[in-house]
């Protein structure tokens, strides 16, 4: 405990310096919205998303420190704070979300409103960070020595190395610029396939690439680990499972096929895709769903003990000093805001959630809340069950509003409404934490940390349901431009529970596959996800996984500049990612416009193009990493 008071911040608690400035706002604001519709993009594509603290605290040095000549890492700090919280409110909102989409497809009901999707996005959001601010002094301050927060370590080690940060602003753009260029000539002008693949007709199996940037520097960030744990997945659904399917039933009708229409026909009209959009997605749906609940028991223990102990350490109340870095937000607008939060839920007509859905809300909230604040801190954002808690809450309360009466397509909506808020609640949580951490290190004020929480959340929340309707308006969801796989399997557990129709056996399958992957002690999340992705799409990110393995792997380098070279491929591949989500908005808002750029039918490279395409990508990778020339 004298060990936790005697540290001290990079800048001095007496030290007064520049923090929440107009241009820390507004690029705040601007990070949280790009960052915010690149991630949603993504996360809808791949079903995962990636930090953005750091691409977002190299943005804002380069800006501040080397535009702007001006001298202020807490001013930076905060852009970072305020930008993060895009990212995270973004990853919530779209793994539950876009399941009311698909009911509206298939006709049980009205799309949401965009004031629907805004008050959900807002509302959680909000309390996430109002729940984690009573948290701070307990996991912040009094654990600094024991929760070591990895991601909110990391950033404040990036910000302090700020003499460098306009060379990795650079890579940063340049990530985002070439990425760009990459989605554009794909997916815009169409010249080059999206998709180059090889069916083996014989076996009735499958495997291609994808030709994105965005995947390729998932795969990167990963590394090569849970990259090959995804690309398996899709090689047993893709080489195992599809040719099993249409070798042992070939003639046999299968629900959920069309009534009449059999395996053999499937795969005469659609070939391997179809028999995996028809079968094979249940079964990694099966596996996904165990995943998150394996997951979440494992670290059952750690949970209640983690709020067990934050509780604890809550009853010594908030730091008495009145230092500034010892002041929070006020005890009194925090419970004022959660109950504003609470009764908006309860009794705003646009959010289907009665009474009974918003006190789930609340103990649900409050409690997800403490325990991601706490893992993060412990196993880092990336490794936070979030996936897990969002299945455990509507299991619960999917059947709770079962049990009180509330059926069909209404008791599905409100499930989904609280799994929503819960989701984006855990997330936001897991995010203000690291956040705080970074400000705790640097000596960053942390009332004002939290208000630029709050204003990151606001202004991401105000844009994701643009996003969503956007994406919706231009693909759909569960197709394969956005596949949605985590609303998509929220969907199957709500329909599953309230007696919907669903393929049992196929998704008891995946869940014993899931199982005995734990059994092998293979990571189940990464397996399953690859399971239930397109084959296209984990080999891409196993090219990038594969890139990251020989970065690492190079013996003769000396350990700073291979860890100099890594992170600079880290910094470029979350600009690629960042440069291709914001060029798939743009396209969505040309595909709903009616503009076509296609030129497809003048020149066509095919698969060739998309090979050499590829191997640019790469080749650029390696350009601004282990190729990048440090100015002396």
């Known amino acids: 405990m004298n060990e936790n008071k005697e540290f001290k911040p990079y800048i001095p608690a007496e030290k007064v310096t520049a923090e929440m400035t107009v241009t820390s706002v507004i690029m705040g604001v601007i990070l949280a919205i790009v960052f915010g519709a690149a991630n949603a993009y993504l996360g809808l594509r791949v079903g995962m998303t990636v930090s953005a603290s750091i691409p977002a605290a190299v943005i804002s040095m380069g800006v501040i420190r ?42 049980l009901c009205d799309k949401p409103s965009l004031v629907e999707i805004t008050l959900i996005a807002l509302c959680g959001g909000i309390l996430g960070v109002l729940f984690m601010v009573p948290l701070r002094n307990a996991l912040i301050v009094k654990e600094h020595a024991t929760l070591l927060y990895p991601e909110g370590t990391a950033c404040a080690d990036v910000l302090l190395a700020g003499e460098e940060g306009g060379a990795n602003a650079s890579t940063v753009f340049s990530g985002m610029g070439l990425a760009a260029v990459f989605k554009f000539v794909v ?76 395996i053999a026909d499937l795969y005469a009209n659609g070939g391997a895709a179809a028999i995996w959009s028809t ?17 979440l028991i494992k670290s059952l223990p750690l949970i209640i003990s983690t709020f067990r102990d934050s509780m604890k350490s809550m009853k010594g109340g908030s730091v008495k000093g009145t230092a500034r870095t010892d002041q929070d937000l006020p005890m009194n607008f925090i419970l004022i805001g959660i109950l504003a939060m609470v009764a908006i839920i309860w009794a705003v007509p646009a959010i289907p959630v009665n009474p009974l859905g918003a006190l789930l809300i609340v103990i649900f909230g409050f409690f997800f809340a403490t325990v991601s604040s706490r893992m993060v801190g412990m196993i880092g954002s990336s490794n936070n069950p979030v996936s897990g808690m969002a299945i455990a809450t509507l299991l619960i309360s999917t059947m709770v509003i079962k049990g009180s009466g509330q059926t069909g397509i209404d008791g599905m909506k409100a499930a989904i409404a609280i799994g929503s808020v819960i989701c984006i609640i855990a997330a936001i949580a897991g995010d203000t934490s690291q956040d705080l951490k ?6 960053a004020t942390p009332k004002t ?38 609303a998509g399997l929220m969907k199957m557990i709500v329909e599953g529970i309230m007696g919907g129709n669903l393929p049992w056996t196929l998704v008891f399958i995946g869940v014993f596959l899931a199982i005995g992957m734990e059994i092998l002690r293979i990571p189940v999340m990464p397996f399953a996800i690859g399971l239930y992705l397109p084959i296209y799409l984990n080999a891409t990110i196993m090219i990038g996984g594969v890139v990251r393995m ?11 500049t291979k860890n100099d070279q890594v992170t600079d491929g880290t910094l470029y591949c979350a600009g690629m990612i960042a440069g291709e989500g914001l060029v798939g ?13 296609d030129i497809s039918g003048v020149a066509n490279f095919g698969n060739i193009g998309g090979v050499i395409l590829m ?11 282990l190729w990048k020339k440090k100015k002396a």
């Open 449 to 486: 940390q939290q208000i630029g929480e709050l204003i990151g959340v606001v202004a991401s929340g105000l844009a994701i349901g643009g996003v969503l309707y956007l994406l919706d308006a231009a693909w759909g969801y569960g197709g394969a431009e956005v596949p949605a796989p985590q």
């Open 550 to 560: 020989l970065m690492d792997g190079r013996k003769n380098v000396d350990e700073n």
């Open 66 to 107: 080397v535009i702007m000549k001006k001298n202020s890492i807490l001013e930076s700090n905060l852009v970072q704070t305020i930008g993060s919280a895009g990212e995270s409110l973004a990853a919530g909102a779209i793994f539950t979300m876009p399941a009311l989409f698909l009911w509206a497809e298939e006709g």
């Open 615 to 625: 191997v640019i990508m790469i080749l650029t990778l390696l350009k601004f990493s």
């Open 438 to 443: 970074t400000g705790f290190l640097l000596g």
């Open 279 to 295: 079968y094979v997605k249940y079964i990694g749906a099966g596996a996904i769903a165990t995943g998150g609940i394996i997951s």
């Open 585 to 597: 908005i743009a396209l969505a808002i040309l595909a709903v416009a009616g503009v076509s750029l």
């Open 187 to 262: 997916d815009g002008l169409k010249v080059i396939p999206a998709d180059v693949s090889a069916a083996f007709t014989s076996l009735k199996g499958e495997i291609g690439m994808e030709v994105y940037p965005a995947l390729l520097g998932v795969g990167y960030i990963v590394g090569p680990r849970i990259a090959s744990f995804m690309f398996v997945g899709s090689l047993v659904g893709w080489m195992v499972i599809i040719p099993m399917i249409c070798l042992f039933g070939p003639d046999t009708w299968l629900y959920p096929a069309a009534q009449g229409t059999t």
